[in-house]
């Protein structure tokens, strides 16, 4: 074999996920975004052990001080250090994204499959309820379900995931839908293939492009929801903070502590905007007409 054909078999071996691969080290937006996420996800994981003060610490004689030398991101009225409270806060913020599109993703996928796949009377019975409580305010359902769930982190995550999960499965409905009527997919149900195996070793490999790019897009949503819920007081309680609380907090107290507020919507912000880029990168690196 010459160097040239060996040269054109590599390049026809050449995976799509090591495609997509190369199309994202070369995406700025993606590169941009990760970076920025990188940095304000690793400062909330191990930075509050670099910094001398607990997110319990008061100090009432110290009160409301701006940001100094001691204190870079300043205190608040009891005299806790804002800069614990925030990276904290934002372990929880994020966590919660992370968990609650996890639930999303999970309930979103299983039943967008089965009624994309059964098609006919299951599928319009399973469309119709997504349409239901499409019409309901998902806010206030999350806040319902706080109220009747608890407070704690765990069941905080549950309710906004059991809320998030409509967009996907139909997502998953119209892919499953268009995969069902490929030649691979009918000759495995010509072959008698059990449903769940056709679902889980067919159909669902090839729906990963469209999960992992709404996953990154989810994410911001439900760190949005859950700033809200703390922002209206039914989030985590004290002495564990949230950047919903955080900005809370400080949106009361703008106009003599500006501190209060600007840091904790800094980093909120920033993991705003740089999961977007990550996933309108992902959206350009895995779309399959590229």
């Given at each position: 074999m010459t160097k040239m054909e060996r040269e054109k078999a590599?390049?026809?071996?050449?995976?799509?996920?090591?495609?997509?691969?190369?199309?994202?080290?070369?995406?700025?937006?993606?590169?941009?975004?990760g970076g920025l996420f990188a940095i304000v996800a690793l400062s909330c994981l191990i930075g509050p052990f670099f910094v001398p003060y607990a997110i319990e610490t008061i100090d009432l004689a110290y009160g409301a001080q701006p940001p100094s030398w001691e204190h870079w991101f300043?205190?608040?009225?009891?005299?806790?250090?804002?800069?614990?409270?925030?990276?904290?806060?934002?372990?929880?913020?994020?966590?919660v994204g992370f968990a609650a599109t996890m639930v999303a993703l999970f309930i979103g996928i299983i039943y967008g499959m089965i009624a994309g796949f059964y098609g006919g009377r299951v599928e319009t019975i399973m469309m119709r309820i997504i349409d239901t409580l499409y019409a309901?305010?998902?806010?206030?359902?999350?806040?319902?379900l706080t109220v009747l769930l608890g407070r704690s982190i765990?069941?905080?995550f549950l309710a906004i995931g059991a809320v998030e999960w409509l967009t996907m499965a139909r997502i998953v409905r119209g892919q499953t839908k268009a995969l069902k009527e490929q030649t691979f997919v009918e000759a495995a149900i010509v072959c008698g293939l059990?449903?769940?195996?056709?679902?889980?070793?067919?159909?669902?490999?090839?729906?990963?492009?469209p999960v992992i790019v709404f996953a990154t897009l989810t994410i911001p949503a439900v760190i949005l929801i859950e700033s809200v819920i703390s922002f209206l007081g039914l989030g985590v309680q004290a002495p564990m903070s949230s950047w919903g609380i955080l900005i809370n907090e400080g949106a009361v107290k703008l106009d003599i502590y500006p501190w209060m507020l600007i840091?904790?919507?800094?980093?909120f912000s920033l993991t705003i905007f740089s999961l977007n880029f990550i996933g309108d990168g992902l959206r350009d690196a895995l779309d399959p007409k590229d």
């Amino acid at each position: 074999m010459t160097k040239m054909e060996r040269e054109k078999a590599a390049m026809q071996a050449r995976s799509l996920g090591l495609d997509a691969w190369e199309r994202l080290c070369v995406n700025s937006m993606f590169r941009i975004g990760g970076g920025l996420f990188a940095i304000v996800a690793l400062s909330c994981l191990i930075g509050p052990f670099f910094v001398p003060y607990a997110i319990e610490t008061i100090d009432l004689a110290y009160g409301a001080q701006p940001p100094s030398w001691e204190h870079w991101f300043g205190t608040d009225e009891l005299g806790r250090d804002i800069l614990v409270r925030t990276l904290i806060g934002g372990r929880i913020s994020i966590g919660v994204g992370f968990a609650a599109t996890m639930v999303a993703l999970f309930i979103g996928i299983i039943y967008g499959m089965i009624a994309g796949f059964y098609g006919g009377r299951v599928e319009t019975i399973m469309m119709r309820i997504i349409d239901t409580l499409y019409a309901l305010p998902f806010t206030i359902i999350v806040i319902l379900l706080t109220v009747l769930l608890g407070r704690s982190i765990l069941l905080i995550f549950l309710a906004i995931g059991a809320v998030e999960w409509l967009t996907m499965a139909r997502i998953v409905r119209g892919q499953t839908k268009a995969l069902k009527e490929q030649t691979f997919v009918e000759a495995a149900i010509v072959c008698g293939l059990p449903t769940q195996r056709i679902l889980i070793h067919h159909i669902l490999p090839n729906l990963l492009s469209p999960v992992i790019v709404f996953a990154t897009l989810t994410i911001p949503a439900v760190i949005l929801i859950e700033s809200v819920i703390s922002f209206l007081g039914l989030g985590v309680q004290a002495p564990m903070s949230s950047w919903g609380i955080l900005i809370n907090e400080g949106a009361v107290k703008l106009d003599i502590y500006p501190w209060m507020l600007i840091f904790p919507a800094i980093l909120f912000s920033l993991t705003i905007f740089s999961l977007n880029f990550i996933g309108d990168g992902l959206r350009d690196a895995l779309d399959p007409k590229d």
